[in-house]
T-cell receptor
Framework: KAGVTQTPRYLIKTRGQQVTLSCSPISGHRSVSWYQQTPGQGLQFLFEYFSETQRNKGNFPGRFSGRQFSNSRSEMNVSTLELGDSALYLC?????????????FGPGTRLTVT | QKEVEQDPGPLSVPEGAIVSLNCTYSNSAFQYFMWYRQYSRKGPELLMYTYSSGNKEDGRFTAQVDKSSKYISLFIRDSQPSDSATYLCAMTYTGRRALTFGSGTRLQVQP
């Protein structure tokens, strides 16, 4: 079974620009979560989508947004990029079933803001 | 104070050693506990998933959860150079989709 795929893998943007990252979950998985990983803050939760609806949101500014499509693929967008947005952005998918499900991560998109 | 504390290491051990990795947490609501392994420039890989207290074994890996002490551990037996990676603990509770991660412990297994 194919894992979580993320595109692009690497991205370089300039301050003030916007960026869109894409995530395709494991086949059959309907929940997609996004995380930001930086050396200073570690892994931090951005938001989670299920059935095209945002169910949970972390403590990030409104410049960070996302959406999910009917095929469960998800995109996240960051507008007005800041230098501090440089990070590894990770997508994780899970089923979910009735209990707390295991989350499986993709390889990430490494974003560099200059 | 962070909800989840994890010693960043690095932890250096010789090949074949038993490795012990640990996390402590402050939120007693946490029920589900995970260990992820992350190689450099890769995404985290789920190693172990446990619910509530107790032990779980999978091959060379054993996860322990002590909810009374708010302490979780991952043991790696017969460690191999290929085990060299950063190990992240993560936890959550029913209804909360977000995982709370420790900062990760960097492990180096010397051949």
């Amino acid at each position: 079974k194919a894992g979580v795929t993320q595109t692009p893998r690497y991205l370089i943007k300039t301050r003030g620009q916007q960026v869109t990252l894409s995530c395709s979950p494991i086949s059959g998985h309907r929940s997609v979560s996004w995380y930001q990983q930086t050396p200073g803050q570690g892994l931090q939760f951005l938001f989670e989508y299920f059935s095209e609806t945002q169910r949970n949101k972390g403590n990030f500014p409104g410049r960070f947004s996302g959406r999910q499509f009917s095929n469960s693929r998800s995109e996240m967008n960051v507008s007005t990029l800041e230098l501090g947005d440089s990070a590894l952005y990770l997508c994780a998918s899970s089923l979910p079933s009735g209990r707390q499900d295991e989350q499986y991560f993709g390889p990430g998109t490494r974003l560099t803001v200059t | 104070q962070k909800e989840v504390e994890q010693d960043p290491g690095p932890l250096s051990v010789p090949e074949g050693a038993i490795v012990s990795l640990n996390c402590t947490y402050s939120n007693s609501a946490f029920q589900y506990f995970m260990w992820y392994r992350q190689y450099s420039r890769k995404g985290p890989e789920l190693l172990m998933y446990t619910y509530s207290s107790g032990n779980k074994e999978d091959g060379r890996f054993t996860a322990q959860v002590d909810k009374s002490s708010k302490y979780i551990s991952l043991f790696i037996r017969d460690s191999q150079p290929s085990d060299s990676a950063t190990y992240l603990c993560a936890m959550t509770y029913t209804g909360r989709r977000a995982l709370t991660f420790g900062s990760g412990t960097r492990l180096q297994v010397q051949p």
